[in-house]
């Protein structure tokens, strides 16, 4: 059994390497502001509008507890969303931006990925 830590820092860079293949730039990493973890933030700059995409990374073994969406709750919603509008005002954006959820389930049998594009928190 892998530790909580080693799972999901496999995911995370399973995750890298899935949005990279897909063509978005990395930017950063496990960017933390004011007490808030943005997991991986990326550019989509291969449309006419540049867009940063945030992405919140879900890493299980399994998915009997449910999908990625179920295990933001009020309180992790709150803290993506504080996240995001502090790293807009730090980095002075004016553009796009977007949340992606991506799941990925690791077993001893393969790696599943599974990538929800512009996440609404309510």
Do not use: C
């Not at 950063?28 to 991986?40: A, M, P, Q, Y």
């Amino acid at each position: 059994m892998l530790k909580k830590y080693t799972i999901g820092t496999r995911g995370e860079k399973i995750a890298k390497k899935y949005l990279i293949k897909q063509g978005l730039r990395l930017i950063s990493s496990n960017e933390r502001i004011l007490g808030d973890e943005i997991d991986l933030v990326f550019m989509d700059d291969k449309r006419q509008k540049k867009e940063i995409v945030f992405v919140e990374v879900k890493t299980r073994t399994n998915n009997k507890f449910g999908g990625p969406l179920e295990s933001i709750d009020k309180r992790k919603g709150n803290a993506i969303r504080r996240g995001i509008e502090n790293y807009i005002k730090r980095a002075n954006w004016k553009g796009f931006y977007r949340l992606d959820v991506l799941s990925v389930i690791i077993n001893d049998n393969e790696t599943q990925i599974e990538h929800i594009k512009d996440v609404m928190l309510d």
